[in-house]
């Protein structure tokens, strides 16, 4: 796990964030910088098998949404109902846990939409990788093959330095969980939730449309933010300060109204 405390903590409530699919806390690292230089205590974790855990006893071909829930519970826990950050298939983990837990708020970037995974996204991913998409439905892990694939499925502005150090960073990801978001085999229910949710999404977000991000931010009667001129990876793109200071006057109108 990653975590950045400040020496001065402004805030009294922590910032737990969820990484997405073949990514890990390392992906954070901009806003996580940005958010403790503004007293925020800032966390991000691996999720099972990924980034630092690699290669450990964990195996990343049975992961589920179930295994990585239970390790964002732990962290959670540990630092003490936190406010969460999730990105993409991390935003969905969010909502799972936002369900059972209402943290004092939660953040949902380039999230998988409440429904499920749309099944335009397998029909562009089927046509544009498919050797992934047939590794996929074979619930065999998956992985980005170069950096041409991981600017166009996470990039669309960022330095071509950000995506060579982002395509040398990511991992395999297990089918399981994204299959299970797609089908929906796990089923949310935005009903149960009362914290406070802020949706962000890309104008050229190559995974998940705007209106179903526009239709995530109503279920959960959330705000919405539209970023444009971005692609999936909103915290790593060129502008991310901009989707970083609005995440922090958000928190931080949270923070104080609840003070």
Not at 23 to 34: L, Q, S, V, Y
């Amino acid at each position: 796990m990653e975590k950045i405390v400040p020496k001065k903590r402004t805030y009294d409530t922590p910032i737990l964030f969820i990484h997405g699919a073949w990514h890990g806390a390392w992906c954070w690292k901009n806003f996580m910088n940005f958010l403790a230089d503004k007293g925020f205590a800032c966390y991000a974790l691996d999720l099972p098998a990924h980034g630092e855990r690699r290669g450990g006893d964990e195996n990343i071909h049975w992961q589920t949404l179930g295994t990585y829930l239970t390790a964002v519970r732990k962290v959670a826990a540990e630092i003490g109902n936190p406010f969460v950050i999730g990105h993409s298939m991390g935003g969905y983990i969010a909502m799972l846990y936002m369900q059972e837990a209402n943290p004092p708020g939660a953040v949902l970037i380039g999230s998988i939409p409440f429904r499920r995974l749309p099944p335009g996204t397998f029909a562009k991913m089927t046509k544009d990788f498919p050797m992934m998409t047939a590794r996929a439905m074979a619930l065999m892990p998956t992985s980005v093959k170069d950096e041409r694939m991981y600017r166009k499925l996470f990039l669309y502005n960022a330095p071509d330095e950000v995506c060579r150090l982002g395509y040398e960073s990511v991992g395999q990801e297990s089918s399981i969980p994204l299959l299970q978001s797609a089908v929906p085999l796990v089923r949310l229910k935005p009903d149960r939730v009362t914290c406070p949710v802020l949706v962000a999404a890309a104008e050229h977000d190559y995974f998940f449309p705007m209106k179903g991000q526009e239709r995530t931010a109503l279920a959960y009667k959330g705000e919405y933010r539209l970023y444009e001129g971005m692609g999936h990876n909103l915290m790593m793109e060129d502008g991310w300060e901009k989707v970083a200071g609005d995440i922090h006057n958000w928190l931080v109108g949270l923070q104080e109204g609840a003070s």
